[in-house]
């Protein structure tokens, strides 16, 4: 059984800060790493992707990945309003589909 | 990434009765992936569609109920058969355009079974 856990918050941060979404994934086999933002009554937006061990910086964004721990996570640096939305981790574990985690609702302060 | 034209956006439908949704993708895929989304739930993958071939379904989901047609490479449908209210969702198709890149998901289709 292939299981991908996230924190469902909700996590509220204000403007200005690191928003930390974290992700722990049940098999050791899992190759691919995907964050979506998914923005209420919208479908997943795929905002980063990572297959190798450490660090993927995107602009505002850094994916990090520790397949020791079987863990990911992902940094929103300098949050926004406009960041608030669920954030859907996912995971390819070799077979062509994803497996998602439930998702963490992040809410950014003015 | 491949843009893809997904309908009907949303829906009310009789309990009983079938819907069928259509994805439509710009370009030419392998494998379309049909996900349902329960009312604040996370995604769980239906099937996976491959056109020329019967559609590989996950644990839980049968053919008699989500029949899948692929007639070509850039389409596909998903029919949701007798509808019950447990079947309002949202349903969304996905694509992946090769290697490991992310997979790109249609806009979806909510479905109210009343």
């Known amino acids: 059984q292939k299981e991908v856990e996230q924190n469902s918050g909700p996590l509220s941060v204000p403007e200005g800060a690191i928003a930390s979404l974290n992700c722990t994934y049940s098999?050791?086999?899992?190759?691919?790493f995907f964050w979506y933002r998914q923005y209420s009554g919208k479908s997943p937006e795929l905002i980063m992707s990572?297959?190798?061990?450490g660090d993927k910086e995107d602009g505002r964004f850094t994916a990090q990945l520790n397949k020791a721990s079987q863990y990911v996570s992902l940094l929103i640096r300098d949050s926004q309003p406009s960041d608030s939305a669920t954030y859907l981790c996912?995971?390819?574990?070799?077979?062509?589909?994803?497996?998602f985690g439930t998702g963490t609702r992040l809410t950014v302060i003015p | 990434s491949a843009v893809i034209s997904q309908k009907p956006s949303r829906d009310i439908c009789q309990r009983g009765t079938s819907l069928t949704i259509q994805c439509q993708v710009d370009?030419?895929?392998?494998?379309m992936f049909w996900y349902r989304q329960q009312p604040g739930q996370s995604l769980t993958l239906i099937a996976t569609?491959?056109?020329?071939?019967?559609?590989?379904?996950e644990s839980g989901f049968v053919i008699d109920k989500f029949p899948i047609s692929r007639p070509n490479l850039t389409f596909s449908t998903l029919t949701v058969s007798n509808m019950s209210p447990e079947d309002s969702s949202i349903y969304l198709c996905?694509?992946?355009?090769?290697?490991?890149?992310?997979?790109?998901f249609g806009s979806g289709t909510r479905l109210t079974v009343v």
């Open positions: 996912a995971v390819n574990a070799g077979a062509n589909n994803l497996f």
């Open positions: 098999d050791r086999g899992s190759q691919s």
């Open positions: 370009s030419q895929v392998t494998m």
């Open positions: 990572i297959y190798s061990n």
């Open positions: 569609a491959n056109q020329g071939s019967e559609a590989t379904y």
């Open positions: 996905s694509v992946k355009k090769g290697g490991f890149d992310g997979y790109t």
